[in-house]
């Protein structure tokens, strides 16, 4: 869906490749992907893959205190009962994420949503209103993720957006966290944004089928995915990029 949704808005498609071909990220001739540069430098590509997650997974984070009852914001986990936190829910949250004032509803894809553009207090992807949130500056160290988010660096200086999930613990929460979090997290992320890149970046593709109807059959336990075939037209970049 990461792939798709870039695939399918030619504008997004020109900057994402540009951010693959302006440090040869990607390179077509070769079909190589230079890993690194891509996990650190790519914060729309990085916006992007967390907004795909935010908007089509959906997944149940069970929790059990096996000990003693556990109080939290009024409620009550008695001891050796069962809880289960669903993450759309907790995604779809509008009292929390930014839609800049509602041109972005939480339930449409926003590539932009997760880019903090500094000097921006409207920007990122929490509500400017949300007293709780502290804003990440410049070089924000990823409290989710230890290491390797694309646009950590963010350089405030030069006014360039950068992408961070701090702050949002608790709120974009794909692959669960804690203790329990998600160990195939780190592999997983290599693989949608390796593949991602490889695609956009050393291939053409035209969407052809106009418009997604999402298939919701599965959804709750999982991902979302198209209910009918996309149909697309593929074909080698040129040794030349095309910005
Ligand atoms: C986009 C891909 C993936 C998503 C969205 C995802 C999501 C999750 C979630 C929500 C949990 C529950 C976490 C919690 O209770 O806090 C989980 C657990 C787990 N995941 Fe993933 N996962 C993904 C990929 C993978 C991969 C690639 C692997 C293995 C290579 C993996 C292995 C596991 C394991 C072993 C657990 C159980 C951890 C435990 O109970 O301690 N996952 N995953």
Known sequence: MTTLHILRNPSLTTR??????????????????????????KPLLSSVYAETLRLHLQAYVTRASPHRDVHLAGWTLPKGKVCMVNTHASHMDETFWNTRGGQHPVKEFWAERFLIWPGDAGSGPVRE??????????????TVESEGWAGKMGRE?????????????????????????CPGRQFAKRVVLYTTALLVGAFEVEVLT????MDDECFGLGTQKPKHE?????????AVPVL
Do not use: C
Not at 168 to 173: F, S
């Open 16 to 41: 994402i490749l540009h951010t693959l071909h302006s440090d040869t990220t990607v390179d077509p001739t070769t079909l190589s992907v230079n890993l690194p540069a891509l996990l650190n430098h």
């Open 129 to 142: 209103d949300m007293v709780d949130y502290k804003r990440p500056t410049t070089g924000v160290v990823d």
């Open 157 to 181: 200086g030069k006014g360039e957006p950068f992408f961070s999930v701090q702050g949002l613990e608790g709120a974009w929460i794909p692959y669960g966290g804690g203790y329990a979090a």
């Open 210 to 213: 106009p418009g997604l109807v």
């Open 230 to 238: 996309v149909k697309f037209r593929i074909r080698r970049r040129g």
